[in-house]
Every structure is written in C-alpha cells, then in structure tokens.
Antibody, heavy 119, light 112 residues
C-alpha cells in the first residue's frame, strides 16, 4: 500500500524558516517524480514544485510564488522528500501535501502538514 | 500563470447528474491531454478521479467521467450519491516553457 506521511509543520514567524519532510513507503520511491502541493485556508490547491528522479538528474522546478525561497530535495536511500522553506511570508500559511507525480497527474497524496506563518 | 476557472459551487439531488467545468487557455488545457480531476474531502488526502482527460484509475466508480472541448475540460458525475459531496479540483500541465502545473480554484459539490 502506498503511504506518504508529511511532518515538520508548525508555527513560524514571518521571515523564518521551516523544513518539511515526507516519508514514503509501498512503492519504488527512487523511480518517481515527487511534488509538493499546498492549500491555504479557505483557498484551492496550489502546486509548489517538483523534484524529478535520478534518471532525470534530480532536476527541480518551482512555482513563481516560492521560487528562490523554497528548495525541494530528496534522499532516495531514506525514501524521503523534503521542502526547505526560507523567508516565510504570512501568505505561505497552508496545509502542505506531498504527492507522487506522473505527467502532471498526482496519483497519491499524503494527509498534509499545517504550516502557520504568523507573529 | 493564472489558475484554471471552475464554478465555486454546484449541487444536485441523489440520482441526478452534474457537470463541473474547468476553463483554461490554449497554452494549458487546450494544448495538452493532461487534465486530471481530484476529489477532496476536508481534512483528508485528495483523491485522483480522472487523468489524461478521461481515464479512470482503478477503483474509481464509472459514475465519474471526464471530457474536453477546446480550452474547457469537464467532470461529470452521474447517479449522485451522498458520499460524492466534496470539493473537486481540476489540474492541467501548463507547458514546457515553465513545466508548471495549474489547479482550478475548486468546486464545492453539494448533494441535496
């Protein structure tokens, strides 16, 4: 059974940093592109970014709203995905989901972890 | 790039059919057969219902169907059931210039 479990969310002040993790199991993690998607309170889903697999050189892409502030990485030996968030803004407050991506389709999602940016 | 456009809400009675539209542009929905639809019950993980415009993943009821015409994709749910009440999001690839993925704003389905 595919499982994705996010962790690391919490309360952080504007300008601060936070690192989210996503533990994966039940599938061959190293074969897949992995993404982060977020949902701000009362809002819709927003794609944050992706990391490709080793075969595609672990390249990354980001939404314009987070580019330069967020970094996605992965550790295939630990079946884990990470999201390093720096220079956080109040508008980054959201539930953050990790998801398996194939051709812009998200077949499996985690339950999400809440990040609150507030003073 | 702007989000895809969906109606904020739709409703229907049990047994009826409803259709949710998702309008993009010729740069995203209109150019690629990579539209997907997700069902999201608050507090739970989103669930893939339709991919590549009209394909259903294993385990998804055949009451759910997808289609596309021009820059607009649609999700139809037939034989509405109470458990279909949820938020629904469309999603599209936005092209190789940015490799972005766009989501719609979401549609709240109410089963009356």
């Amino acid at each position: 059974e595919v499982q994705l479990v996010e962790s690391g969310g919490g309360l952080v002040q504007p300008g601060g940093s936070l690192r989210l993790s996503c533990a994966a199991s039940g599938f061959t993690f190293s074969d897949h592109y992995m993404d982060w998607v977020r949902q701000a309170p009362g809002k819709g889903l927003e794609w944050v970014g992706r990391t490709r697999n080793k075969a595609n050189s672990y390249t990354t892409e980001y939404a314009a709203s987070v580019k330069g502030r967020f970094t996605i990485s992965r550790d295939d030996s630990k079946n884990s995905l990470y999201l390093q968030m720096n220079s956080l803004k109040t508008e980054d407050t959201a539930v953050y989901y990790c998801a398996i991506e194939t051709a812009a389709t998200f077949a499996y999602w985690g339950q999400g972890t809440l990040v609150t940016v507030s003073s | 790039q702007s989000a895809l456009t969906q109606p904020a809400s739709v409703s229907g009675s049990p047994g009826q059919s409803i259709t949710i539209s998702c309008t993009g542009t010729s740069s995203d929905v209109g150019s690629y057969n990579l539209v997907s639809w997700y069902q999201h019950h608050p507090g739970k993980a989103p669930k893939l219902m339709i991919y590549e415009g009209s394909k259903r993943p294993s385990g998804v009821s055949n009451r759910f169907s997808g289609s596309k015409s021009g820059n607009t994709a649609s999700l139809t749910i037939s034989g509405l059931q109470a458990e279909d009440e949820a938020d629904y999001y469309c999603c599209s690839y936005a092209g190789s210039s940015t490799f972005d993925v766009l989501f719609g704003g979401g549609t709240k389905l109410t089963v009356l």
